[in-house]
């Protein structure tokens, strides 16, 4: 029993080890580089190979141990590129961009693809020792437990070893010769790249061309976006240390709601269009629930609750909205959630530019940028889709789809923005239903929860044309909500108050996201009193062009109306 034992032990080890290495060396993952989708597989020569296809190749020493290499293959760069008399530089300019945003913040994408290829590599060592552990189990039960002598009789045969030896060396050494090929020291350095983390890169064919061309661009791009958004980072935290006003004041001690100091309409852009082109798609709202003779639909939302004296009771929350993937922002925002002490954030949404799967270093390096153990709860806007938010969903945030969930003491009700606006491409519908419909659907379900005792304390939507029925019809005491990328609010609106916060990352019409900022880029620190779960104050953080950070002082979230209020969500 005990050589039994041993014997079974030393094979499946020996299985497992076998089954590991096959994994590792089989292992391949589909992600982004840049702007493109990339084929990753494992190799054995040392070296990390970034193919891009017709334009050539750029390699460099891995850093991985044990002589671990990778070969990345870059999808979709056209053979047209190399063609007589074609200029890859003109060809890949509109990719400029998105490619110096890479480089900015390669580490996102990069651990992506580690990532991956250990997930692959797990699965497929899994799912070879148990073929290998069955088909020997299944072998020696067909044997009727002679296996052994049969193979032991077989072996001793004459040629048998030798000829089982020389199968075995065959069939082992040629995946093994290919995957330890090395490049063979092809290629040349470009002295554009002095300096960098690619200073040894060795490059191929025309990228050679391509990089010596605008490489100083990209490189000067690239330090230009680290330094402006690391100097902001460190306004932002000096902000802080010289805040005259860390804690919320009595609302007694602020403006007042109706003045000019607590509703801000702030356009970032200078205009005041609808960035996506999109016009409210429902004209006037139709009637979702009668609050009943003249009255709020719910006793306690008649006005806001004073700052409760206990700090135990104050949740803190860090809004922010429409990203456009401008990853330079994700330390900046990470900074505002520690120095606001905030208990969760908010995102109202369009994190990413077209929703594809090439974006989910944006959503990792956002991810990576916030403090650890702070719950993110994102409503996606028209910008991202489906994919955005499975990409959102293994980061560990929470995507709103329609039901109430609760984080940090409050109950959040929101959902994806039915449509999808692409670069390139005309918004369209990403399911069967409206941006009005949309709304209609979340005040009754807002309603409904608030007649069984579980009301809505925030409803967080990308926009605003899907957050006002349910502020209307009285079930949802704040509506929060992006889209516009200018601030509006906070006012009252129908029973509740509604708030549109801009881009926190400068997005304007018609200017990018990309490298420094091109307006300013704003956030908004929101503090709950979590045992009525009313909103009680608000202040703004705002980044400028020029890196510099202010912190507004507190200011009193407005009551929630005495009477109804129609607001027009267009005018300022």
Known sequence: MTRRTIRASIAVLVAALVSVLIGVLTATYTGSLGPHAAQYSVRLNGEVRVDMGPLGALIIDSPLPLNLGADVIVKEIPAELTAPGASPVAGLTADLESYTQFLANPEAAIDDAVQGLVTDAV???????????????????????????????????????????????????????????????????????????????????????????????????????????????????????????????DPVDVASPGSDDSTDSTDSTGSSDDPDGQDDPGGPTPEIADPGDGEPASAETEAAAP???????????????????????????????????????????????????????????FAAGIPEGVPVVVADGNHDSRTTTAQEEANGWIALQGDAVEVAGLRILGDTDPTLTSLGAPTRPQREETINAMGNRLARTACDLAEQGQGIDVLLVHSPYAGRQAAEAGCAAATISGHLHRQLGPRPLGWGVQYLSASSAGAGHGTPTIGPLNNPAVMTVLRFDTDTGLMTHYRLLTIGTDTSAEISEWRAWPELPPEYADVDVDQE
């Open 307 to 365: 700052e409760p004296a206990d700090e135990s009771a104050v949740t803190t929350a860090l809004l922010v909205s429409d990203l456009h993937c401008n990853i330079g922002m994700a330390d900046v925002i990470g900074a505002a959630v520690t120095a606001s002490e905030s208990d969760l954030v908010l995102n109202a949404g369009d994190t990413v530019m077209g929703g594809t799967s090439v974006e989910s270093y944006c959503i990792n390096a």
């Open 123 to 249: 699965g497929r060592s899994v799912l070879f020792l148990s073929v290998l552990l069955v088909t020997v189990a299944l072998g020696r039960l067909a044997a009727h437990g002679v296996l052994r002598d049969a193979v032991r009789s077989a072996w001793s045969r004459t040629g048998v070893p030798a000829l089982s030896v020389t199968l075995t060396a065959v069939l082992v050494s040629v995946p093994v010769i290919e995957l330890t090929r090395t490049s063979g020291g092809v290629g040349r350095t470009s002295t554009i790249l002095a300096g960098t983390p690619l200073e040894d890169a060795r490059i191929t064919g025309r990228l050679a061309t391509l990089v010596d061309h605008y490489g100083t661009y990209v490189v000067e791009a690239i330090d230009d976006n680290t330094s402006f958004y690391a100097a902001a980072r460190e306004n932002l935290l000096a902000a802080y240390a010289a805040d005259p006003h860390p804690l919320a004041p």
